[in-house]
């Protein structure tokens, strides 16, 4: 009823309100006392269930003034003061309503994407049977893109499983015979068998579905900002009321006392500031599910964060690509991505991702044959092509164990490629970091959170180096679904804390934490649900620009509501010694009403010091810089390729390394150099007015500097080298001094744009 009723109650306030005005103007006085009396009463009796209803809860809002006041007009005869309190009440019970909506914590995903049945095998064969009946020591058998219905222990030969779920990480993994499998993964590859070592109740995604609903059940409901000040207000307001009454013996003037005193600059200003808050909160893509969480986030002095989908972009990228000494970089990436055109892996997908973005035509593959955790077999432009892991029997030749090197040290998975039967190259793949959380960050210790967490279930080594590029404050690595909830518990302890993920693993956190908010761009569903807020776009920033808003709108409520109730103290002052009758108090408490209502509307402009105000010749500017950053990251291989190859070099005149470096000097010099130019006179004098000036732009325009000179200086000893009938060994140790330095600068140089500036855009 209670959805339906307060539009019905402000509707029923207005009209009274309105129509006994119309009377009042047309002469008609005892009319107009009718319609006014009508809309007090009309707003009597459910405020009168409402101030019940809170002291059967224990507490007392901010209604019992206002039903004071309501039935303090009626007994006077001020029936115009009367309708003007029902209609504040009516307006800021609706504004609240707004403002308290909230989506079903139900966790209805997580019980949708939990498994009804299993297949069992026995004697007679292989029968579905409800997964109620699944014993311990059951043989069952999972196929491919099936959810493993319970706990238990691989029977076949290997299995490739998506465990994404319950480790947010992306990246497949394979799990040998009598190695154990925790139900709620998904089989990635062929069908397998599985052993039983539990039954559904205490099986891994059956915990976590209790452990998402016991956290959500403990979670304190917030109290609203308005009531905090309420209690004090109201015995304030009664103290004045009954002095007034007994030091003059004029009901009157306590009637006045409370009118004045009618709360509205609680009942209005805070919900007004709140609900604002949510509009502006709204345009940016974050839906707050109610008033409470944007005031709690608001408070919020901790924020854990989740890795993979929310500091990371949750999916693999190509980080590099490295050829063998007689295969360019791309040719690698071509006949990769070629195959893998066919494949549905989460990594085939990268490759091919990348190479259409780099503008490689790609061939069509014949023959195409997968082995789920192994890779692909095919035929691609008359050569026998495989991707994926190396096979035992292929010649692993030298620079391959420079590959291995590198993968552990980045962090990466590996993709090989082979041609004909020979290792030709390979391709590393890793979750990159968002362009957008070193900033957001940034942002965030700006606007007042104090401690920055990771929670991840991903391994310490790469969470560690993803936590020291971002400067977080710690960092918990392999954690399942309820150590996260232990961890969100012991920080809740401390402060007000929000837990940001975007995965089913992350919904018990979020449900925990005083504050979830979900990455539900492409987040799951169940994240989403046990979520108090969501962000709808696939950008971290927005939850910087959540707080600060949380916090704007929260500081604007106060002030308004603190001014308002100073005003209305000072009213209450002149109606206690008879100098304001009720109506002229009502008229003036209007007056306040307005003045505290235009100043909470304030929550509706934008704070310019979260986000720098960009024209929209600028942000073109920043979408066109990032796609050739994208279309640039060939050359960076290329110069990185040509420092490896010198170092390979057999002898002072290599001439393979020589014609590595002319084409990377060539691929400088056509491609990145006139980049480099385009974005130190367009990019950065677009930038500077945002940033504060010229200034802001110096150390980039630094690094533009430093690349011009290291390819004049690899332009010199390629002059050199043509003069000499090839390079000579003196030139050899600056040289690849040269390439690896410019390698460096280039990735530092483009990662600090990206994160800098190409993020200020949306």
């Known amino acids: 009823m209670a959805p339906r009723l307060d539009p019905v109650l402000l509707a029923v306030t207005a009209v009274a309100l309105t129509a006994g005005g119309i009377a009042w103007l047309a002469g008609a006085g005892g009319l107009a006392d009718l319609f006014w009396g009508v809309g007090t009463l009309s707003a009597v009796v459910p405020a009168v269930g409402w101030v019940l209803a809170a002291l059967r809860h224990g507490h007392a809002g901010v209604d019992v003034i206002a039903v004071l006041a309501l039935g303090g007009t009626l007994a006077v005869r001020e029936y115009l003061a009367g309708a003007l309190i029902a209609l504040m009440l009516a307006t800021g019970r609706t504004l609240e309503a707004a403002a308290r909506r909230r989506a079903s914590h139900d966790l209805r995903a997580l019980l949708e994407h939990a498994p009804r049945s299993a297949r069992r095998r026995t004697r007679a064969g292989v029968a579905t049977v409800p997964l109620a009946e699944v014993a311990v020591g059951d043989l069952l058998v999972v196929g491919p893109g099936e959810v493993v219905p319970v706990d238990g222990r691989v029977e076949s030969a290997a299995a490739v499983l998506d465990e994404s779920v319950l480790t947010g990480e992306p990246l497949q993994v394979e799990r040998a015979r009598d190695e154990t499998v925790r139900s709620g993964v998904v089989n990635a590859g062929g069908a397998f068998e599985l052993r039983a070592t539990a039954t559904e109740r205490d099986s891994t995604y059956a915990g976590i579905v209790r452990l998402a609903q016991q956290a959500g059940a403990e979670s304190a409901p917030v109290v609203r900002l308005a009531d905090h000040y309420a209690a004090w207000f109201l015995s304030l307001s009664l103290a004045v009321a009954g002095l007034a009454w007994l030091a003059s013996g004029s009901a009157v003037r306590a009637v006045a006392v409370l009118v004045v005193a009618t709360p509205c600059p609680l009942l209005l200003a805070a919900p ?374 010198l170092s390979d070099s057999s002898g002072p005149t290599g001439l393979a390394a020589l014609a590595a470096v002319e084409e990377t000097h060539r691929l400088l010099t056509e491609r990145l150099l006139p980049h480099e130019h385009a974005e130190e006179h367009e990019l950065y004098p677009a930038l500077a007015p945002a940033l504060g000036g010229p200034e802001a732009t110096a150390t980039m325009s630094r690094a533009h500097t430093e690349i011009e000179r290291l390819a004049r200086r690899i332009a010199t000893h390629l002059q050199l080298a043509h003069a000499g009938g090839g390079l000579s060994a003196e030139q050899l140790d600056d040289l690849r001094s040269c390439l690896y330095g410019l390698n460096t600068v280039l990735r530092l140089h483009f990662t600090q744009e990206e994160e800098n500036y190409f993020s200020l855009a949306p």
């Open 272 to 645: 007004v500031a709140i609900v604002s808050g949510l509009s502006r909160a709204s345009r940016l893509g974050v839906v707050v599910r109610d008033g409470g969480a944007l005031e709690n986030l608001g408070r919020a002095r901790t924020l854990l964060l989740d890795k993979t989908g929310t500091l990371t972009r949750g999916r693999p990228r190509v980080l590099d690509v490295i050829a063998a000494p007689d295969v360019k970089p791309a040719e690698v990436l071509r006949l990769a991505a070629s195959l893998d055109q066919y494949s549905p892996h989460v990594l085939a997908q990268a490759i091919v991702d990348t190479a259409r973005e780099r503008g490689l035509e790609l061939s069509v593959p014949t023959d195409v044959t997968e082995q789920p955790g192994r890779g692909a077999t095919g035929t691609v432009d008359g050569h026998r092509i495989s991707v994926g892991r190396m096979d035992a029997a292929t010649a692993r030749p030298g620079w391959a164990k420079a590959v291995d090197n590198r993968a552990l040290l980045d962090g990466a998975a590996v993709a090989w490629l082979a041609v004909d039967g020979q290792a030709a190259g390979a391709v590393l793949l890793r979750d990159p970091l968002r362009h957008d959380a070193p900033r957001t960050l940034r942002h965030l210790r700006a606007v007042g959170i104090d401690r920055l967490l990771m929670l991840t279930g991903d391994r310490a080594a790469p969470a560690q180096e993803v936590a020291a590029v971002l400067g977080l404050d710690g960092v918990r690595a392999e954690l399942g679904p309820a150590d996260k909830v232990a961890a969100v518990r012991a920080e809740r302890e401390r402060a007000v804390t929000v837990m940001v993920g975007d995965g089913v693993n992350d919904a018990p956190a979020l449900a925990a934490a005083d504050i979830g908010v979900a990455m539900g761009a492409r987040g799951s569903t169940a994240s989403s649900e046990a979520a108090d807020i969501v962000l709808t776009t696939d950008r971290v920033d927005r939850l910087a620009d959540a707080v600060g808003i949380a916090r704007r709108a929260r500081r604007i409520a106060v002030q308004s509501a603190l001014g308002g109730m100073l005003m209305s103290l000072a009213a209450m002052g002149a109606a206690a010694f008879g100098v304001l009758p009720p109506a002229a108090g009502a008229l003036l408490q209007e007056g306040i009403d307005v003045a505290v209502i235009l100043n909470a509307l304030r929550a509706l402009g934008a704070d310019r010091t979260v986000r720098p105000a960009l024209t929209p010749a600028a942000e073109a500017l920043i979408h066109r810089f990032a796609a050739e950053h994208d279309d640039l990251q060939d050359v960076l291989e290329s110069v990185r390729d040509a420092a490896d190859r």
